[in-house]
């Protein structure tokens, strides 16, 4: 039962509500007694509400994260992660460890063990089918041949990897293997057991206009940017626990001949891919059926079609066969390791209402909307100059994932602007000219969820604080066919005004140049140079403003007047001429401040320095990422075969640079741990990373 304020005044005698609306002769101030009341109800529903928590808390699909260690202690789990790390919760362990107990050792529990703990989608394999072997004539098996058919190319296409065996499919098989799998170099041996995963996720982009290639109105990218991308899966959830996974489960590429098979499996509304057309301006886009679309392989654009559209996964590449007067809109998957940079993910916690929000003299918080959805003639640039912001500042806020070709000037004005993408949104915004930010010591601009290409950012005037948050300001200004930069070593952050602070929280950001009086923080971001030799971070002429860094990777040369804090860092840079060695990360103070748990690299001058890597000069401790090429899936992603050192080397055991939040290395070892507890004796287990 809820109790509030009326309630309980309602429950006392009239003959003590009337005497108490005697005692003040005021309409406007509530009685006594009824004030005494609304301070015992507001205690009741504190009350309530715990009463309600204790109740959730008996169960572990609804109780509070530090309740789950002692819900596993029921049940005999030990070592569960601490609460609070998002990453790390363990509530689907605890909840189906008595289902891991009933079915230990089989394929499915394990697999689905390796889900719950790691958060990633999984795939168990018991190596001993894919042997090459005789076989007992009383359990003969059709699939398990001991030669692989040349002939069959999409089957081919799985060699090596999580799914050689597949219900309904011949097995590609092999010969054995003695290298010990838990050390990733030995595989199909009998008590072998392989767990693959896939790290990165497939984030989505809906509604996105394609790209033309410039001078074509029938060939078109699928990524805003205008490059090469690959497409992603969006997995689909299984629905039983005896199910393994399959192709479709997982977030991995997109197969060009996995696609012609099974075109209804990834093509359609809510599936991995969908290729819209809109008829005329503002109109309602129509989806384009299945049946019109072909599967090629356009390198080079060849394999052009003659009547109907093809699509390219692997490349991200669409052809038609006839031009088209608007764009088609994309609806498609791309892969990265974390919710970074902007994208179509729950942002919400990022609109902080309280430093955030602008009100009107009346009170009401002042929002003007953009969407090329809802009419393609609106822009941001409109918005920003609309007159209600004037007085007051407020939200320009982009309501959809289109692609906005304008230019842009902010100039804040004595308050504060907000311009942001809506959650679960992704604007790509291509600037003709440098967008300008101007302002005031009391202003603040802030920039949240958009992804910026074609120009960067300048900041003049006396702008009090600048925000980027959750975006991607393109590394390079801008990307080619191939997706290289076409500006490298063009900066795409400048500070030119007095006495500014600067955030950058989850972005992807090229070069940062500012003057030596702004103050820079940077957290669970990238810094990229487009090169190690090129300057990451620095000033007009040579050293940029104090700079604190957290949780983040940098690539390029890093010049500071003072490093306040480097912690959880990667600094990868090198020396621009070997004959005249300037320090790769210098910074010119080296009295004040402190790097911690972090990459420097060799040569560099910093203040004092406590567990960083390399110790000494060597060379053989040294970051190894998937890729530093800005839009490769796996970009800043560091390898399974990164140094230790690196790879568990935070201050918390997880791996240092931008992914340091996603704890990777503290869910590989709990894996460990819960494998050894759940293998049948004599099985050994190896964990594999497939992205």
């Keep these: 039962m809820t109790f509030d304020e009326q309630k309980l005044y309602d429950l006392l005698p009239s003959i003590y509500r009337i005497r108490d609306a005697e005692q003040t002769g005021d309409p406007n101030q509530a009685p006594p007694l009824k004030a005494l009341l609304s301070i015992l109800a507001e205690q009741a529903n504190v009350l309530e509400e715990n009463l309600a928590q204790l109740y959730d808390d008996q169960f572990v699909e609804t109780c509070a994260p530090w309740v789950l260690a002692y819900l596993g202690d029921l049940i005999g789990i030990k070592g569960l992660p601490g609460a609070g790390l998002e990453a790390l919760n363990p509530r689907a362990e605890v909840a189906h460890t008595i289902g891991y107990r009933r079915r230990k050792g089989t394929a499915a529990m394990l697999e689905q063990l390796a889900r719950d703990i790691t958060n990633w989608p999984a795939r168990a394999v018991e190596f001993f089918q894919l042997l090459a072997a005789n076989q007992y004539l009383n359990h003969v098996r059709p699939e398990n041949s001991s030669f692989i058919s040349v002939r069959g190319a999409e089957r081919l296409e799985y060699l090596d990897g999580a799914f050689e065996h597949l219900t309904g499919e011949k097995d590609l098989t092999h010969t054995v293997d003695v290298r010990r799998i838990a050390s990733r170099r030995g595989r199909y041996n009998i008590p072998n057991v392989g767990i693959f995963l896939w790290r990165l996720e497939a984030f989505p982009l809906t509604s996105a206009p394609a790209v033309p290639v410039a001078g074509s109105k029938t060939r078109f990218f699928f990524n805003p940017l205008g490059c090469d991308s690959p497409l992603f899966n969006s997995p689909e959830t299984e629905d039983q626990v005896t199910h393994l996974a399959e192709p479709i489960n997982v977030a991995d590429r997109i197969r060009r001949r996995v696609l012609l098979r099974s075109l209804q499996d990834y093509y359609g509304k809510d599936k991995s891919l969908l290729l819209e057309q809109q008829t005329a301006p503002n109109a309602q886009p129509e989806p384009i059926p299945a049946d019109q679309i072909v599967v090629c392989d356009l390198s080079d654009w060849i394999n052009l079609p003659a009547s109907k559209?093809?699509?390219?996964?692997?490349?991200?590449?669409?052809?038609?066969?006839?031009?088209?007067?608007?764009?088609?809109?994309?609806?498609?998957?791309?892969?990265?390791?974390?919710?970074?940079?902007?994208?179509?993910?729950?942002?919400?916690?990022?609109?902080?209402?309280?430093?955030?929000?602008?009100?009107?003299?009346?009170?009401?918080?002042?929002?003007?909307?953009?969407?090329?959805?809802?009419?393609?003639?609106?822009?941001?640039?409109?918005?920003?100059?609309?007159?209600?912001?004037?007085?007051?500042?407020?939200?320009?806020?982009?309501?959809?994932?289109?692609?906005?070709?304008?230019?842009?000037?902010?100039?804040?004005?004595?308050?504060?602007?907000?311009?942001?993408?809506?959650?679960?949104?992704?604007?790509?915004?291509?600037?003709?000219?440098?967008?300008?930010?101007?302002?005031?010591?009391?202003?603040?601009?802030?920039?949240?969820?958009?992804?910026?290409?074609?120009?960067?950012?300048?900041?003049?005037?006396?702008?009090g604080r600048l925000r980027l948050r959750h975006c991607t300001l393109v590394p390079g200004i801008a990307l080619d066919n191939d997706g290289n930069p076409t500006k490298p070593k063009t900066p795409s952050l400048i500070i030119e005004s007095e006495n500014t602070r600067v955030d950058i929280d989850h972005t992807i950001v090229g070069s940062v140049r500012a003057r030596v009086d702004t103050e820079v923080t940077i957290q669970n971001s990238i810094v990229d140079a487009t090169g190690q030799t090129n300057v990451a971070y620095g000033g007009a002429a040579k050293f940029g403003g104090p700079l604190r860094i957290t949780n983040s990777t940098v690539i390029g040369q890093v010049r500071t007047t003072i490093m306040r804090l480097a912690s959880n860092t990667i600094f990868m840079a090198r020396f621009e001429d070997e004959t005249k060695p300037v320090p790769p990360v210098h910074a010119e103070r080296r009295q004040e401040g402190c790097a911690r748990f972090s990459y420097l690299s060799p040569g560099a001058a910093v203040p004092f320095r406590f567990h960083c890597q390399p110790e000494s000069d060597s060379l053989l401790v040294r970051p190894r990422f998937v890729s530093t090429r800005f839009n490769d899936p796996g970009y800043c992603q560091l390898s399974a075969t990164c140094p230790c050192e690196i790879r568990c080397g935070a201050d918390d055991e997880s791996s240092m640079g931008a992914f340091h939040d996603l704890f990777e290395p503290r869910r590989e070892a709990h894996l460990r741990t819960r494998l050894d507890e759940y293998l049948r004796f004599g099985l050994e287990a190896g964990i594999f990373y497939v992205t």
């Design 309 to 463: 559209i093809a699509i390219d996964p692997a490349l991200g590449r669409i052809a038609f066969s006839t031009d088209q007067q608007q764009p088609p809109l994309v609806t498609f998957h791309y892969g990265f390791s974390a919710p970074m940079g902007g994208g179509e993910y729950n942002r919400l916690s990022a609109f902080d209402s309280r430093q955030t929000q602008v009100l009107n003299d009346q009170g009401e918080p002042i929002i003007k909307r953009v969407s090329h959805a809802l009419d393609n003639s609106a822009t941001i640039a409109a918005a920003l100059s609309h007159p209600d912001l004037s007085p007051h500042g407020g939200t320009v806020e982009v309501l959809d994932s289109n692609r906005y070709e304008e230019n842009l000037t902010i100039d804040s004005n004595g308050k504060t602007i907000l311009l942001r993408a809506a959650d679960k949104h992704r604007p790509t915004v291509v600037l003709g000219a440098t967008l300008n930010i101007s302002g005031g010591k009391d202003d603040e601009v802030i920039i949240d969820g958009l992804l910026i290409a074609g120009a960067g950012i300048k900041v003049t005037g006396k702008l």
